[in-house]
């Protein structure tokens, strides 16, 4: 029954080392976010995706990037990871549009950098 | 910008017990959604209630449910009979109508659930 599904669920890397972190979703919703989550705090949006219209956030480090090959897939790549980047990374969807819109969650990718 | 605020960082409760979590936000739209998410130790965050702001009635979801008061910027979540299976970070979150596809959180609440 899993809705929104990423891959993988943890992920270690090396300093430097690039890290590609995906998502996928059964929901077929418009809309795919990425916030990273460092612990005890709250998520805090990367950038999003309505269709094939990316909404990058001012304060996202160029070091993050995505893609969104169809509707279905969501790809959250880290061009050269520092230790300041070690964090859960959780993916959601929303239907977009008018209405409540509520967020549907997957089960995180957590990343440590070495 | 809006603004979310959760003023209580942890927050314990008898199992069974009644419990209250705090949630405040500053927005000068009118038009807006509430809600709350639960996010347990390791596991997916999953929604637990929402509020639209254009609704006056308070809501409920079994044992949890809401204090809405739009003219303060109040809503506070209210998880009765609490069981060891709530606890949780709990984070308040807020959305725009207008602007319909951001979620601003606020910073979260941990509940701790004592037997």
């Known amino acids: 029954d899993a809705m929104v599904i990423q891959n993988p669920r943890y992920q270690v890397t090396q300093f430097g080392k690039p890290v590609t972190l995906s998502c996928s979703q059964t929901?077929?919703?418009?809309?795919m976010y990425w916030y990273q989550q460092k612990s005890s705090q709250a998520p805090k949006l990367l950038f999003h995706y309505y269709d094939k219209d990316f909404n990058n956030e001012a304060d996202t480090p160029d070091n993050f990037q995505s893609r969104r090959p169809n509707t279905s897939f969501c790809f959250l790549d880290i061009r050269s990871p520092g230790l300041g980047d070690a964090a859960m990374y959780l993916c959601?969807?929303?239907?977009?549009?008018?209405?409540?819109?509520?967020?549907?969650f997957g089960e995180g990718s957590r990343l440590t950098v070495l | 910008a809006q603004t979310v605020t959760q003023s209580q960082p942890e927050m314990s409760v008898q199992e069974a017990e009644t419990v209250t979590l705090s949630c405040t936000y500053d927005t000068s739209e009118s038009d807006y959604y509430l809600f709350w998410y639960k996010q347990p130790p390791s596991r997916q965050m999953i929604l637990v209630i929402r509020q639209e702001a254009y609704k006056q009635q308070n809501a409920t979801e079994n044992r949890f449910s809401v204090n809405f008061q739009k003219a303060a910027k109040s809503f506070s979540l209210k998880i009765s009979d609490s069981q060891l299976g709530d606890a949780a970070m709990y984070f308040c979150a807020y959305r725009s109508a207008r602007d319909g596809n951001k979620l601003v959180f606020g910073a979260g609440t941990i509940l701790r659930v004592k037997s």
């Open positions: 959601a969807t929303s239907r977009g549009g008018a209405g409540v819109g509520e967020l549907f």
């Open positions: 929901l077929n919703h418009n809309v």
